[in-house]
């Protein structure tokens, strides 16, 4: 069976909570991710860039201790390019062959979460297992055969993975970030946070 | 005089009663105090869309983003005499939309209101006897064994046997049954058992009758264990004079290629039928009666996980096709029997309910129930479509927050469950399931309100 692992790096751009405790995350953000399989093609892989819409929900444990749930939406997957030379040297045909993965996944964390204070915030660190759910898996691509005196012929086709693909997986997502208690607004308990995350 | 007195404390009543609505039941109480009337009222409105489905007519196999809207109310009273007979009675009315909207059907492109019966049944309550809590309804009601169910499961009384095929309906993991259903509660309502005899309403052949038992049992509301039993079809209504020398609706006898007959193990040429067998397991375990503190950390539902699994038809028929028919079946239970888990992600009390349901259903025919409805009223599942990649997993993400004392309600949903859309020409309406191959789900948005 085909494997296909997905490994990415999302910045969550901004996050803000309502409450002390628990607290409400709702967040968004950017990613790169690309994807390695076991019959991979050889042509040159770009990572992709996607997003995230996150929903999500922090419970303190002890001082230092927080357990975070929530769902988010993201989008990965990868690019890649090949050139190939088809003709002769009398007669040189290119051809350029693009495609790009597209995954929509639903993704559900259950996170454990380390917090060290520092500054006017802290330090977090965190890790736990993910649930993905894939909502939608296509592979778009883009044929570009250029012949002498011909011109360039352009095909483009779009194939659907889904029924290739495992409707749910699971990963681990770990990441680390900094959590600012400034005073952007009146609220003391409303914070702002920046995070950085990797999954696996 | 009498008349004039309870008049005016009908009035009385009700002004007490609006004055602290949201705090209290409203009630209206004759005057020698034997009647209390109380009035109920629910309604919703849902929208949503189908990403990616399978398509009900033939020009259109696959379908993607099809909107779709729902408007519901509901208006029952519940009448309590005396202290142990309690009367429901309620009237529901359904606003939809049809799918698909067809060129020459018009009753399609608008909008239609459906009426049917709310739960209308007769409540007799006897409560701290020397054996336990006693309770008999009689009439037409809602029923639900496995409090946890949030979409996917609770399949005792939402599938048919032969063919196994499944309803399921959004933020209603519910039964409507029609029939008598006696409770009985032992040791401090940690132990439970349910008789049921229905007759059926929604699976054909209708007004059949099913005899139903269910147990369970919990233990500190740390775990939840349950079983149950469904002989469906046991009693059929139906004598062979409906289709004489064909049997009956409930056990047809029809021979040839698009017959219902099977050849058995020794040799004997017998027939498929609608009677059926059900059993049900399932599983519940709450982690917060373990962990000190865990009431003040999480929410109530948090943490919950749970699991169900039922055979629906525990007989196999050989898939013989006499005659080189066109009847299939089930060759094994496996393909009978959805295996369901869910857990209640921590939401910490920010939400009511965040729960996610996976359900595993190995089966090489998809849930449509057209052989039955529409096609040929056999016991026999629809030919598997060679252009149907029938995905065996089922999932559900469900989000609930409540607000105003529970009165107002906002729900979300994404999943791949066994949705179908409704229409107004109900001979079109999609027996089929819509969401089938990996890659199908919808999502949809919610609002209710209930007094």
């Known amino acids: 069976m085909k494997t296909i692992k ?5 910045l969550t751009l901004f996050s803000a909570c309502s409450f002390a405790a628990p607290a409400l995350h709702i967040g968004g953000g950017v990613n790169l991710s690309s994807t390695t399989a076991t019959d991979s093609l050889s042509a040159t892989k770009s990572p992709r860039r996607g997003f995230n819409v996150a929903l999500g929900f922090e419970q303190n ?3 230092y201790l927080s357990l975070i749930s929530g769902i988010s939406v993201e989008t990965r997957g990868e690019k890649t390019e090949s050139t190939s030379n088809l003709g002769s040297d009398t007669l040189p045909i290119t051809r350029v062959f693009e495609s790009e993965i597209n995954f929509l996944y639903l993704q559900i964390p259950l996170l ?6 520092f500054g006017p915030g802290k330090f977090n660190v965190f890790a736990g297992p993910e649930l993905g759910i894939m909502l939608q898996s296509e592979v778009r691509s883009v044929d570009n055969t250029t012949i002498p005196g011909v011109g360039t012929i352009t095909t483009t086709d779009t194939m659907d993975l889904a029924l290739k693909m495992r409707t749910t997986d699971g990963g681990i997502s770990a990441g680390f970030g900094y959590e600012y208690h400034g005073s952007c607004t009146k609220d003391a308990n409303n914070r702002r946070r920046h995070f950085r995350r990797v999954w696996i | 005089m009498k008349k004039k007195l309870f008049v005016l404390s009908c009035l009385l009543t009700v002004f007490s009663a609006f004055e602290d609505f949201a705090q209290s039941q409203l009630e209206l109480v004759s005057p020698d105090s034997t009647l209390r009337w109380r009035p109920h009222g629910y309604g919703h409105f849902r929208a949503g869309q189908v990403v990616n489905g399978i398509g009900v007519v033939s020009t259109e196999p696959r379908v993607s983003e099809v909107y779709t809207e729902e408007a519901y109310g509901g208006i029952s009273m519940e009448i309590l005499y005396k202290e142990h007979l309690t009367m429901h009675m309620g009237v529901d009315v359904k606003m939809f939309f049809s799918y698909p909207q067809e060129i020459n059907f018009f ?7 459906d009426a049917f019966l709310g739960p209308t049944y007769a409540n007799f309550l006897y409560e701290k006897t020397r054996f336990g809590d006693f309770n008999l309804s009689i009439g037409y009601f809602d029923f639900k064994y496995n409090p946890d169910v949030k979409n996917l499961g609770e ?11 499944i309803i399921t309906y959004m933020d209603y993991p519910v039964a409507k049954l029609l029939g008598a259903h006696f409770r009985n509660e032992l040791c401090k309502n940690s132990i439970k058992q349910d008789v049921l005899f229905t007759t059926e309403t929604t699976f054909y052949p209708t007004q ?10 919990n233990f500190r509301n740390i775990v939840e264990v349950g079983a149950g039993a469904n002989l469906s079809h046991l009693l059929s209504v139906y004598n062979d004079q409906f289709d004489p020398g064909l049997g009956s609706l409930t056990d047809p006898k029809k021979s040839g290629p698009n017959g219902n007959q099977y050849i058995d193990k020794n040799g004997d040429t017998l027939y498929y039928t609608f009677r059926g067998n059900k059993v049900m397991g399932r599983l519940s375990f709450d982690p917060k009666g373990i962990i000190p503190g865990a009431d003040k950390l999480f929410g109530e539902s948090d943490l919950k996980c749970y699991a169900e699994a039922i055979v629906i038809g525990t007989t196999s028929y050989p898939d013989t ?21 869910g857990v209640n992600l921590p939401a910490y009390g920010i939400l009511d309910v965040f729960n996610t349901e996976f359900e595993w259903w190995d089966s090489k025919y998809t849930n449509n129930y057209y052989n039955v409805y529409i096609n040929s009223s056999l016991p026999n599942p629809d030919k598997p479509q060679d252009s149907i990649f029938r995905s065996p997993w089922k999932w559900s993400v469900f989000a609930k927050k409540s607000f105003n004392d529970g009165h107002f309600s906002v729900i979300a949903q994404a999943a791949r469950d066994h949705m179908r859309l409704p229409s107004a020409n109900y001979q079109h309406s999609p027996t089929q399931e819509m969401l089938v191959e990996a890659g199908d789900w919808w999502w949809c948005f919610k609002t209710s309100f209930s007094f």
């Open chain 1, 6 to 10: 997905i490994v990415g790096f999302a």
């Open chain 1, 61 to 63: 444990l002890s001082e």
């Open chain 1, 112 to 117: 454990v979460q380390y917090n060290i204070p």
């Open chain 2, 107 to 113: 009753v399609t492109k608008y909008a239609r209101e």
């Open chain 2, 155 to 165: 399949y005792m009384f939402r599938s048919a046997t032969y063919p196994a095929y």
């Open chain 2, 208 to 217: 059949d009758w099913s005899l139903s038992y269910l147990l369970s049992y």
């Open chain 2, 321 to 341: 096709r006499v005659g080189g028919g066109q009847q299939y079946s089930y060759e094994n239970w496996k393909e009978k029997m959805p295996v369901i888990f």
